[in-house]
């Protein structure tokens, strides 16, 4: 059992260029999400979905697209990037929504740099 | 709209001594709130959520509504809970707070 599993785990991008992170969990988890972790900003969510076809935006949004064309697969496109995108992203996924008690399984993260 | 505040980037304390890491909530629903925590080279991980009113490697949290608070508190700290820990507030998505790293020294 994987849990959830994003690739790359680094990469390095100069600006302008686009390019996908991608996240794929096992657990048949409804609920998945992307979330930035900058120094003093804490996590701040990207976009999330709660099931195949459904996406909607978090705090962070702009700069940023998702799909979900499967329950196991939640890719997040980086269409122009920006040195503002230097992050590590981290993506989620739930068994359950989070307001319904669903508890959050984490990848490793993914570390972009924007040159 | 949701917002979870978490005042203090660092807190070192010594092995022992009692902690407790604060998180205010803003929010006009009822809330969900949790505690997550990053040790170093791990994976983020839920530590605790309050409907469970449990207590996990000795933490507990309590949510006061008067407060709008959701502390998390151990009475004596250990080296191995040296770690950022993150508040959380659910209102059918997860919203963090900005974290607070935990040094526990020897």
């Known amino acids: 059992n994987a849990g959830v599993t994003q690739t790359p785990k680094f990469q390095v991008l100069k600006t302008g260029q686009s390019m996908t992170l991608q996240c794929a969990q096992d657990m048949n988890h409804e609920y998945m999400s992307w979330y930035r972790q900058d120094p003093g900003m804490g996590l701040r969510l990207i976009h999330y979905s709660v099931g195949a076809g459904i996406t909607d935006q978090g705090e962070v949004p702009n700069g940023y697209n998702v799909s979900r064309s499967t329950t196991e697969d939640f890719p997040l496109r980086l269409l122009s990037a920006a040195p503002s995108q230097t992050s590590v992203y981290f993506c989620?996924?739930?068994?359950?929504?989070?307001?319904?008690?669903?508890?959050?399984?984490f990848g490793s993260g993914t570390q972009l740099s924007v040159l | 709209a949701q917002r979870v505040t978490q005042p203090e980037k660092l807190l070192s304390v010594f092995k022992g001594a009692p902690v407790e890491l604060k998180c205010n909530y803003s929010?006009?629903?009822?809330?969900?709130l949790f505690w997550y925590v990053q040790y170093s080279r791990q994976r983020l991980q839920l530590l605790l959520r309050h409907i469970s009113r449990e207590s996990i490697k000795g933490f507990t949290a309590d949510l006061n509504k008067g407060e709008t608070s959701f502390h998390l508190k151990k009475p004596f700290a250990q080296e191995e809970d040296s770690a950022m820990y993150y508040c959380?507030?659910?209102?059918?998505?997860?919203?963090f707070g900005q974290g607070t790293e935990l040094s526990v020294k020897p």
């Open positions: 929010y006009s629903g009822s809330p969900e």
């Open positions: 989620a996924s739930s068994y359950a929504l989070p307001g319904q008690g669903g508890k959050l399984f």
């Open positions: 959380a507030l659910s209102g059918g998505k997860l919203i």
